[in-house]
């Protein structure tokens, strides 16, 4: 079983930036693979990046050169930081890991707004 646990979203301006981190407890070993995920009323959960544990790393389109995904792999702790947000950005923004099964994290709002 594993446990994740986001935090660092709020509310941002436009252009603005944010930090998330998301923290991994429980049956942490050999997880090869977490990721961000964002998601807003009446849509699906949808990819924003994702990194293994070699470091592999991808990214929507979305937030390709706006967004950086980065992984410490000895705190079992992965970030997400974002810079130049728009309101689009705007969503509960999800952490996941997987392994045999998938987890998820309770969510962290993040609000771009003026």
């Known amino acids: 079983q594993v446990q994740l646990v986001e935090s660092g979203g709020g509310l941002v301006q436009p252009g603005g930036s944010l930090r998330l981190s998301c923290a991994a407890s429980?049956?942490?070993?050999?997880?090869?693979?977490m990721g961000w995920y964002r998601q807003t009323p009446g849509n699906q959960r949808e990819l924003v990046a994702t990194?293994?544990?070699?470091?592999?790393?991808d990214y929507a389109d979305s937030v390709k050169g706006r967004f950086t995904i980065s992984r410490e792999n000895a705190k079992n702790t992965i970030y997400l930081r974002m810079s130049s947000l728009k309101p689009e950005d705007t969503a509960v923004y999800y952490c996941q890991a997987r392994r045999l099964n998938v987890y998820w994290g309770q969510g962290t709002q993040v609000t771009v707004s003026s």
């Open positions: 990194i293994s544990r070699g470091d592999t790393i």
């Open positions: 429980g049956s942490v070993v050999y997880l090869p693979t």
